[in-house]
């Protein structure tokens, strides 16, 4: 049995590592490169701020006269590449280097030949040395100039441009300046709490930069670790091409100015100065680059990446620094959990993001969410408009019921109930709206009502002749298309007069109208857009002549019920939902042709299509059992489903008090609220200002367990806080927080895991926390606890606590039971009738059994060196018995249960595989031994895997079962996806992906196949038993021409007999695919 896995990116990375800025897609432009581990992001600086452009490459560093590339590559091995204009193919050569430890490389400035500076470590301590290269020779040829003994923790060169040149050597606790002939050092206090991590150049002459750096004489205190650590300087960019000004950036997310100045001595000597200077905070940096006037990119790999502007004058904090814009950083993801917040069956993604002080919960969901401002409780409606009567903004609503409608006015934040004198009010209204002349539009089955704004009363009446009743319409601010059956008539609204310009019938009824223009902006439409019974077509229609331009059938018994013209970048589309749920649509070209139909699944009821605009964008609300909302992102539709379960009707709402919101109905109530920015995935965070370390969620009390890091400054009069954060305070701004001290006198503690279960027969939920003692003289703890918490009354109250001989890994709700792993041992835990853990059984054999999940009966240990193993608990026999184990000798970093047979791990190379057990076989050998049955690369490590999607299950039309959903959160802030597909599914992808990998060609001449190659210190071997999802969904992104000739004798089998798939059906596979994320 193989493996079929597609595996797909449903959030890629966030965290920044490098950045920098040139003139990359024109000479004019600016652009801002960021590198998120194998991905490069090209970002334009606009004056409306960042714009993106992506692609993916290697990083290399280059000499400041663009002579060479260099890369070390290994000990005692650098790499070097000669840039010769003249040649169109690059020659690499290796030097050997004497030193070993490096630390850092830079090439210096304003030498004659390339130079290499580079800050080493012997036995003796740190050194930075200066060697010139000859390209002529291939060789370093001397020692130009070096430096012994540098501070013991200076970790960053930074090469200083002409005038000054040299190199900054950057240290834990001191700056220094060296030329070979010029050497200036300086200790300000301001860094020594904390390491520089990044820095930056500010202007042309490179004599101040800009310091940024992390906390030093760090402690974990009260609730969490006491230990201390000691880092320095981190980041940093020049802000002036002469060096003398630097942006240096810290781990405490300080920014500093680093001011180089020369100063003229006696006998023509001059002796360089520097001056330190704290400007503000901002996120911790990993990399900073500065832009152009004043503004700041801070790239950050612990938080929020964000584009700061650096002021003259201080702000009243004494800040320089003002955050511009932020983007969103995930990474690192330690943790995360799948939970239904709003019962409504769709997962929510609840992360542990970031680290120090930007750690944070991330809430990840996917969908767009309407914010709740008003509800009135009213059964019933049928339809709903806003007018505006006698005001420039809407100050009235209508709503309809069979056979009634009412008048509410909106003051304020009160409703009452009103009239207009020249509405109908004992009859159901189709249609209800502003139009030209100030006057107001009343459709109702019995005929056309035009009102004045001002006086509210009727000022014509159009009724359909031989006593017809209106069936549907359409209408815009000066046109009105009604439907009395079969039989169409075509009105334009005047000054106090309704003026019919046309008429005609149809041999079938209608059954929906769409008359919107199709420019934005515009108030009269030339084309309009019906749906018909009975043979179930659209057709588009020409204004005011009621010609028909197009004809189309839908096919199928199930009639259209809503349809819409819209445009979305620039491009035309006809949009037209069926009573079943499902939504057609046509790409409408300017010939007033409809093509590339495609059919997607909205919901299993009839839906309304409305358009709406938010951020001056037009998209369109599906009103249906399953509200969503379309919208378009490079030039392709996205569907995007609603925190609601249910709207009936919609319509935009712009009043005083309720400024550019939205009404929803459903069948009891009235919604008005604000829609979130339309995007796919939102992110809502709860900043900690500690790292989070492990979560759980406890649905009964609807409350979640956060185990934190917080970082203490020991100083000469002890430890105290270095900032405010969620342990330091009883209750933050937007949650209740209880914070518990875990430590006991003298004793220091890490928290390793955290469960809510119930144990035994106790009905009682219970917070569940592993702990560890630390001992820096042991290789590992030696001691540890399990303490156990009950929560109510807003107040966490311990229960019980159990000594453990070891760290408590995992602890996890096994069958009543609590399994955890301590150290080299899985242990079941069973809960007494006096509230304390009994010790039911072990398993031993494992070297540290850092990762455990459960399914049924069974227990999968990842462990530390040994892969992944499988145990069965016999409760009758009252053991833990190893079943299956995969003999690879795997460093493990996750694991899962994808079924009772087969195994997902993820490795420290950054792999993921899977193992497959033979439960059937014939001897206990083949059936203890796992074997590999998929694996593939993923270019990101792996910290935690759960089962769980961010979506619902499909609905009816789609094109791709699948089963067994999970996400995967990564280091660098990614969100992947892994779900298991059929057979002959897997075989028609696996195709696909090689004609597409055949088609597009990769940045660097990088083969998808060695790319996605399993590699780790042990072995290499080609990808198999996973689809790469980004390849696959890239197909859709194509001209169609290229998609013709991709989906050229491509088949699919179907039983035993193989069928050719036409472009749309491929599409329709891909789209499908796309939903599952």
């Not at 919101?661 to 008005?672: F, G, M, P, V, W």
Request: aromatic share 6%; with cysteine.
């Amino acid at each position: 049995m193989s493996n079929c896995s597609y595996l797909v990116t449903a959030q890629h990375a966030t965290s920044v590592s490098h950045c920098d800025t040139g003139n990359f897609t024109s000479a004019t432009d600016l652009n801002l490169l960021i590198a998120r581990g194998n991905r490069i992001e090209i970002m334009l600086v606009t004056p409306e701020g960042l714009r993106y452009k992506i692609y993916e490459s290697i990083l290399v560093a280059i000499d400041p006269e663009a002579r060479v590339i260099g890369l070390r590559l290994y000990d005692s091995l650098f790499k070097v590449i000669p840039l010769d204009r003249g040649q169109m193919e690059l020659k690499a050569f290796n030097i050997r280097i004497e030193e070993i430890n490096i630390h850092a490389i830079q090439f210096l400035h304003g030498c004659q030949h390339p130079t290499l500076a580079l800050l080493h470590q012997d036995v003796h301590g740190r050194h930075v040395k200066s060697h010139e290269l000859s390209l002529k020779d291939t060789e370093f040829v001397k020692v130009a100039w070096k430096q012994d003994n540098v501070e013991r923790r200076a970790d960053m060169l930074i090469a200083v441009p002409e005038p000054f040149g040299g190199v900054l050597i950057i240290g834990a606790e001191s700056i220094t300046f060296h030329s070979g002939t010029n050497s200036h050092t300086i200790a300000p206090p301001a860094i020594q709490s904390s390491s520089i991590v990044a820095y930056s150049m500010v202007d042309g002459n490179g004599s101040r930069f800009l310091l940024g750096s992390m906390a030093d004489h760090l402690s974990m205190h009260g609730s969490n670790l006491i230990m201390l650590m000691g880092m320095g300087v981190g980041s940093y960019w020049e802000v002036d091409g002469d060096g003398s000004r630097f942006l240096l950036g810290n781990m405490a997310g300080h920014l500093f100015m680093l001011l180089l100045e020369k100063e003229e001595k006696m006998e023509r000597s001059t002796q360089v100065n520097m001056k330190l200077e704290l400007l503000g905070e901002t996120s911790i940096p990993e990399t900073i680059s500065y832009l152009d006037n004043g503004y700041v990119y801070i790239g950050s790999r612990l938080g929020d990446s964000q584009l700061i502007k650096l002021n003259a004058e201080p702000d009243i904090n004494g800040s320089f620094v003002t955050i511009v814009d932020i983007f969103t950083n995930l990474g690192p993801i330690i943790d995360m959990i799948v939970v239904d917040l709003e019962k409504q069956g769709q997962g929510q993604l609840v992360t542990c993001s970031g680290g120090f002080k930007d750690g944070s919960l991330r809430i990840i969901r996917n969908g767009i969410g309407i914010h709740e401002l008003a509800t009135i409780d009213l059964p019933g409606i049928k339809g709903m408009w806003p007018l505006r009567v006698g005001s420039n903004m809407d100050n009235t609503l209508i709503l309809t019921f069979v056979e009634q409608t009412t008048v509410l006015s909106l003051v304020g934040e009160d409703v009452e109930e009103t009239d207009i004198p020249g509405f109908s009010s004992d009859q159901q209204t189709f249609f209800a709206g502003n139009t030209d002349f100030d006057q107001i539009l009343q459709i109702t089955p019995g005929g056309v009502r035009l009102v004045s704004s001002q006086s509210k009363d009727l000022v014509d009446l159009w009724n359909p002749p031989g006593g017809k009743q209106i069936s549907v319409c359409g209408t815009n601010g000066s046109q009105v298309l009604v439907a009395c059956g079969s039989v169409l008539f075509y009105l334009e609204v005047q000054s106090n007069k309704l003026a019919l310009r046309g008429d005609c019938t149809l041999e079938f009824e209608v059954a929906c109208i769409d008359l919107t223009p199709i420019e934005e902006g515009e108030t009269r439409a030339e084309i309009a857009s019906i749906g018909l019974w009975t043979d179930i077509s659209v057709r588009l229609l020409r204004i005011p002549s009621l010609e028909e331009i197009t004809r189309e059938m839908i096919g199928g018994e199930i009639i259209p019920r809503s349809i819409l013209i819209a445009k979305f970048e620039g491009v035309n589309y006809l949009l037209c939902s069926l009573g079943d749920g499902s939504l057609i649509y046509y790409l409408f070209t300017p010939q007033g042709t409809l093509v590339d139909r495609r059919k997607v699944t909205l919901g299993t009821q009839p839906t309304v299509l409305r358009k709406f605009r938010t951020q001056s964008t037009t998209n369109v609300f599906v009103c249906s059992d399953r509200p969503t909302v379309i919208y378009s992102s490079n030039k392709k539709l996205v569907f995007a489903n609603v925190n609601l379960k249910e709207v009936k009707h919609m319509c935009s709402l712009n009043t005083d008090a309720y400024p550019e919101c939205l009404a929803l109905t459903s069948d009891t109530s009235i919604t008005i609220g604000t829609i979130d920015e339309i995007q796919k995935l939102h992110i809502r965070s709860v900043p900690l200002g500690e790292a989070p370390m492990r979560i759980a969620y406890q649905e009964e009390t609807s409350t979640f367990g956060v185990l934190t890091k917080r970082l203490d400054i020991m100083d000469k009069g002890g430890l105290k806080h270095s900032r405010e954060s969620v342990t330091t305070q009883a209750v933050s701004t937007s949650v209740a927080v209880t914070v518990t001290g875990l430590n006991r006198s003298g004793e220091s503690y890490l928290l390793f895991s955290i469960e809510s279960c119930k144990l035994g027969a106790d009905p009682t939920v219970y917070y569940v926390v592993g702990t560890a003692i630390v001992n820096p003289d042991e290789s590992e703890p030696k001691m540890g606890r399990l303490v156990i918490f009950s929560w109510a009354d807003n107040k966490l109250t311990q229960v019980a606590e159990k000594e453990t001989k070891g760290a408590v890994w995992t602890a996890i709700s096994f069958n009543k039971t609590l399994m955890t792993t301590i150290n080299n041992t899985v242990r079941l835990w069973d809960w007494t009738c006096d509230k304390e853990l009994r010790l039911e059984c072990s398993n031993f054999n494992h070297i540290m059994a850092l990762f455990a999940k459960v399914s049924g009966d069974f227990i999968l240990i990842g462990d530390l060196l040994k892969s992944m193993i499988l145990l069965q608990h016999k409760p009758m026999e009252g053991s833990l018995d190893e079943i299956a184990k995969d003999y690879s000798p795997n460093w493990m970093t996750a694991v899962e249960i994808i079924d009772d047979e087969k195994f997902l791990g993820a490795e420290m190379s950054a792999n993921l595989f899977v193992c497959q057990r033979d439960s059937g076989a014939n001897t206990e050998e083949e059936r203890l031994q796992m074997s590999e049955v998929g694996n593939i690369h993923l270019g990101d490590s792996v910290n935690v895997i759960r089962k769980g999607s961010l979506v619902m299950e499909n609905l009816g039309d789609s094109a791709v079962p699948y089963t067994g959903s999970m996400l995967v959160g990564t280091v660098l802030g990614s969100i992947k996806l892994i779900t298991q597909i059929p057979q002959d599914m897997f075989d028609l992808l696996e195709e696909l992906q090689s004609r597409l990998t055949k088609k597009i060609k990769s940045v660097g001449r990088i083969q998808h196949s060695f790319y996605r190659e399993f590699y780790n210190e042990k072995k290499q071997e080609h990808s198999v038993g996973f689809i790469d999802g980004d390849v696959i969904e890239s197909f859709l992104d194509l001209d169609r021409s290229i998609m013709d000739d991709i989906c050229n004798g491509l088949t699919r089998k179907n039983g035993t007999e193989r069928s050719s798939l036409a472009t749309e059906e491929v599409m329709k596979i891909v789209e499908d695919l796309t939903r599952m994320h």
